[in-house]
């Protein structure tokens, strides 16, 4: 089946510095992929979609300056939280639509990047 | 609006028992449905998915899910459950559009008993 990876898996920083999670389609092309963010002990919330070669949109209330999103390839997405600080410290996930797929929209995710901000 | 409700936050069943999870959704298209299962710290795996057709659906690890239009439902079912599956399970709804994202419900956390 099709496979999303994250990386890292998890990741403690310090305030203020940037920290960059990479998400790769490995067996398919993701025309599509979507990053969500997922605190504990709630549901995922959708930051933002990306499409291949174009920029990012972003869902209301999720600042396009501090998470950077990038879908340069086919096969790679990153999500980079800039200026990082305690309170973006969360569970993040991407997930990925295989644009080979028809035109149904299912999508795969990732296992996940724990982004810890000191 | 555009929503996925997951009325029961935690629910405890004794190993070996039925189990039923329930989700309700509201959407203002054709719904493509879908149940995932996250273990603590781990990403989402996919149980199963409604596209269309049958709506009694199987998917993994002895898991079913009815599509009952009528009640904007979507309920997770398995006849007898497994310590293994104590997990957080969430309902997702998503559009048959390429591209758009899936909404979730809040999850329900599932205890075994032994």
């Known amino acids: 089946g099709a496979v999303v990876s994250q990386h890292p898996s998890w990741v403690i920083c310090k305030s203020g510095t940037s920290v960059k999670i990479e998400c790769r389609s490995l067996?398919?092309?993701?025309?599509?992929m979507f990053w969500y963010r997922q605190f504990p002990k709630q549901s995922l919330m959708l930051m933002a979609t990306s499409n291949e070669g174009s920029k990012a949109t972003y869902e209301q209330g999720v600042e396009k300056d501090k998470f950077l999103i990038n879908h340069a390839s086919l096969t790679l997405s990153t999500l980079t939280v800039t200026s990082a600080h305690p309170e973006d410290s969360s569970f993040y996930i991407c997930?990925?639509?295989?644009?080979?797929?028809?035109?149904?929209?299912?999508?795969?995710f990732g296992p996940g990047t724990r982004l810890t901000v000191l | 609006a555009q929503s996925v409700t997951q009325p029961d936050i935690h629910i405890t069943v004794s190993e070996g028992a039925s189990l039923e999870l329930r989700c309700n959704y509201s959407?203002?298209?054709?719904?493509?449905l879908f149940w995932y299962v996250q273990s603590p710290g781990q990403g989402l795996q996919l149980l199963l998915k409604y596209f269309s057709g049958d709506t009694l659906v199987q998917g993994i690890k002895g898991f079913e899910a009815e599509f009952k239009r009528s009640q904007s439902s979507f309920n997770l079912r398995k006849p007898s459950v497994h310590w293994s599956d104590a997990a957080e399970y969430f309902c997702?709804?998503?559009?048959?559009?390429?591209?758009?994202?899936?909404?979730f419900g809040k999850g329900t956390t599932l205890s075994v008993s032994s």
């Open positions: 959407y203002g298209a054709t719904p493509y």
């Open positions: 997702a709804v998503g559009a048959s559009q390429a591209g758009t994202a899936l909404i």
């Open positions: 067996d398919f092309q993701a025309t599509t």
């Open positions: 997930s990925a639509r295989d644009g080979g797929i028809g035109s149904y929209n299912e999508q795969f």
